[in-house]
């Protein structure tokens, strides 16, 4: 193909190194690549990274749910259902001994009199073998009274208390007036329907009550007379 000179602009034939009205020297036209373009150079062209990954922070595909182990609800359910029945067993293991130890402490004589010894010291004496001085009463019993059906005798490290029933022929206004005589400083509370009176001197460390009352109940004889004294030296 024809070239053009550089210096004139004259048509120089194609090969030709000079041009033929100047002289100029004219350098020889690049050959053209087939199809009429001349072949071009391109710088190279970064090829861009692999889609897939592995990119930074980027899992490279997505697995799926982990699936959970089966069983770990069940198991824990079963550990909480066998504390529980530990508990229980050791509670009734422990209730079944103290039973036991009261159950042989406990003493029952051919007329009813029951005692026990409560563990870590004292006791306790229930029935009509319950004796008592009149220092422990703190009150002198009335005269010509009898020993009556009931007692109580309780003993521990905070509380002693003792109660003795007493009955006598004499009457009721009687008594109450001999146990008023020996209480001067009593609280008294007298039903006077019944003709009786409840007598309450002391403190709560050292309380004496005195209960006179007419016979009731299947006793239809006789004045009785219940003395209670509580001591709680701690108080």
């Not at 509370?189 to 005195?210: P, R, Y």
Request: hydrophobic share 40%; aromatic share 6%; proline share 9%.
């Amino acid at each position: 193909m024809d070239s053009v000179c550089p210096k004139c602009g004259s048509a120089v034939a194609a090969g030709a190194g000079y041009c033929p009205a100047c002289g100029a020297a004219v350098a020889p036209a690049e050959p053209f690549a087939a199809g009429g373009y001349a072949p071009v150079n391109l710088p190279p062209v970064n090829t861009p990274p692999n889609v897939a990954g592995p990119y930074p922070g980027v899992p490279a595909a997505y697995a799926g749910p982990v699936p959970a182990k089966g069983g770990g609800g069940l198991k824990i359910v079963l550990i909480i259902v066998a504390i529980i029945v530990g508990i229980i067993v050791l509670g009734v293991g422990i209730v079944g001994y103290g039973v036991y130890k009261v159950a042989h402490s406990v003493k029952t004589d051919s007329k009813g009199n029951v005692s026990w010894n409560v563990p870590g010291g004292g006791g306790m004496s229930i029935g009509q073998n319950v004796t008592a001085t009149e220092d422990e009463l703190g009150v002198p019993v009335y005269p010509g009274a009898a020993r009556g059906p009931g007692g109580m005798r309780v003993k521990n490290k905070a509380t002693s208390m003792i109660m003795v029933v007493y009955k006598t022929n004499a009457d009721v206004d009687d008594v109450i007036s001999f146990y008023k005589g020996k209480m001067p400083d009593a609280v008294e509370t007298t039903n006077s329907g019944k003709h009786s009176a409840v007598l309450k001197q002391g403190s709560e460390a050292d309380q004496i009550t005195v209960v006179v009352s007419p016979p009731a109940g299947q006793d239809s004889s006789g004045t009785n007379i219940m003395i209670t004294r509580v001591q709680q030296p701690g108080k």
